[in-house]
């Protein structure tokens, strides 16, 4: 029996590209987006990687609507965000977009389960239990959901950055180096789970990277060279990204 699978886009990227003006009037200014086309599944998770200076933050900023391409089109779940005005383009980014940050971003004064519920408070959305019981439970932080982030590890802080991102059930996170400032074993715990969220909940993941081992969890690495995507891996392994990362810097 053959069985038809209807894969959603979830993130579509079209002939994006920036320049940063630069400071002086005729200077053409600097060009960190060459034209870049890419399509994210629902239910993926994408690492993006590159040289320092090849585009993954910008690409990152402008898919995640933090920031506007000067050209091209970026589309999430069919709405197009590059012609959003700014107030829908917030509330978009509220309600359909997860951010997990290298330094964790928890607001100090708040307990792990008053920061993993500010999101939705800020956009006056009731939480779901059912789905906050299952985030908080397949991350193991349900007895540190009491405690202020100075009382937690660096691994736990993370991981309630992580379920706090996922709260919304937004249509794709974005996160950001996400290991970087983790040991290696809290850096395993958060990158299981982000795969374990992708294919259990079906969540979408983009993160960008340097680390070759976080990248091998992804379902798919994209790299960036000077602005441009110039090659793909799929079912990444540390040596081949590696290969690939080494092979992209001549
Ligand atoms: P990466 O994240 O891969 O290190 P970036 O997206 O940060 O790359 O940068 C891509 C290019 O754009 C680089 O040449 C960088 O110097 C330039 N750039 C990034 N942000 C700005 C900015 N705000 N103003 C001017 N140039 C920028």
Redesign the pocket.
């Known amino acids: 029996m053959s069985t038809t699978m209807l894969t959603r886009t979830t993130v579509r990227a079209r002939g994006v590209t ?1 320049v ?3 400071g002086g009037g005729a200077d053409a ?5 060459g034209g870049v086309d890419l399509d994210i599944a629902q239910g993926a998770f994408l690492a993006v990687m ?12 402008c898919l995640a609507g933090l920031d506007r391409p000067t050209s091209g089109t970026i589309t999430i779940e069919d709405t197009d965000i590059t012609t959003l005005s700014e107030r829908r383009l917030t509330d978009l980014r509220r309600d359909r977009i997860g951010f997990v940050f290298q330094q964790y971003h928890l607001l100090s004064e708040l307990n792990g389960s008053e920061n993993i519920l500010l999101p939705l408070r800020m956009a006056g959305r009731r939480p779901d239990p059912a789905w906050l019981e299952a985030v908080v439970d397949a991350l193991r932080i349900g007895d540190q959901l009491c405690r202020r982030p100075s009382e937690l590890s660096g691994g736990q802080q993370q991981r309630v950055g992580v379920a706090r991102a996922l709260a919304a059930r937004p249509a794709v996170v974005f996160a950001d180096e996400p290991t970087g400032n983790l040991d290696a074993a809290s850096g395993r715990d958060v990158l299981e789970f982000l795969r374990y969220s992708t294919r259990e909940f079906g969540q979408t993941i983009v993160m ?1 990277t340097h680390d070759p081992m976080a990248a091998s969890y992804a379902d798919r690495v994209v790299l ?1 060279l000077d ?1 441009r995507i110039s090659g793909e891996l799929a079912t990444p392994t540390p040596e081949s990204v590696l290969g690939a990362l080494q092979e992209l810097r001549g």
């Not at 200014?29 to 987006?33: E, S, W, Y």
């Not at 590159?50 to 900023?61: A, D, E, F, R």
Request: hydrophobic share 40%; charged share 10%; aromatic share 4%.
């Open positions: 920036k940063y003006a630069a200014g600097v060009q960190a987006l590159g040289p320092s200076g090849s585009g993954k933050s910008t690409l990152m900023h960008v960036l602005g």
